[in-house]
């Protein structure tokens, strides 16, 4: 933790991206392993790493977010509700527009389109990487907040649940496409590259709250605007007349 804190906010999210996609590689990496894998066993690992990321995501996402709107204009939960229920019609436009198929029954969903199964397996699992991926960029940005509810510890905390229910996830994709004879290696890339979305999301989450220093930013302008201009800004210009 002690390290996490010498890195900016959004290095921070790019970290736990990347450790959350990592864990997904380690999932898929079981296909080297296991060419099948018990379906209760995978239910209960699911099960269990669903639990972890609810708990995570209430107490590091939810419960943050409604006791920083006390003393608003509106009740405090209505800001939460707001966004679960808009993250949620998101997910639910997503998953009844773009082509998919969900692992375990075969069912393709979204536009009708001739890509092989093995992509649409992917693709089932990628598209909800994407918000989990934001969700993490979002709790390591709000720390440069300043806010006391938004804490490092939080943010490893929703990491942590995000990162567990990716390891049954990425044996959930590389396992069932190795069982229709793809070779290992191919059948663990395709399960480590659902992941991949995770890093780039949360980076544009935590960048999204992360503002560097006004005083920076406002100098850093200037320079900008007098190096197009031609002004002298240090020995090595010269003006123009």
Known sequence: MEVLNNIPPVGQALVAGLFTWGLTALGAAMVFFFKEINKK???AMLGFAAGVMIAASFWSLLAPSIEMAEGGPVPPYVPA??????????????????????????????????????????????????????????????????????????????????????FPEGAAVSIPLR?????????????????????????????????????????????????????RTDSRITARP
């Open 81 to 166: 509700v707001v966004g679960f229920l808009g993250g949620g019609a998101f997910l639910w436009c997503v998953d009844k527009l773009l082509p998919h198929i969900h692992q375990g029954t075969g069912h393709e969903e979204g536009i009708h389109t001739s890509w092989q199964r093995s992509v649409l397996l992917v693709l089932a699992i990628t598209f909800h990487n994407i918000p989990e991926g934001l969700a993490v960029g979002v709790a390591f940005g709000g720390l440069a907040t300043g806010n006391e509810y938004m804490t490092l510890a939080g943010a490893i905390s929703l990491a942590l649940g995000i990162g567990l229910q990716n």
């Open 41 to 43: 066993v995978l239910n």
């Open 179 to 231: 069982r229709e004879n793809m070779s290992r290696v191919k059948s663990f890339m395709y399960g480590q590259a659902s992941g991949l979305v995770e890093p780039i999301s949360a980076v544009i989450g935590g960048g999204c709250l992360y503002q560097p220093d006004s005083a920076l930013r406002a100098g850093f302008c200037r320079r900008c605007h007098d190096l197009c201009c031609g002004r």
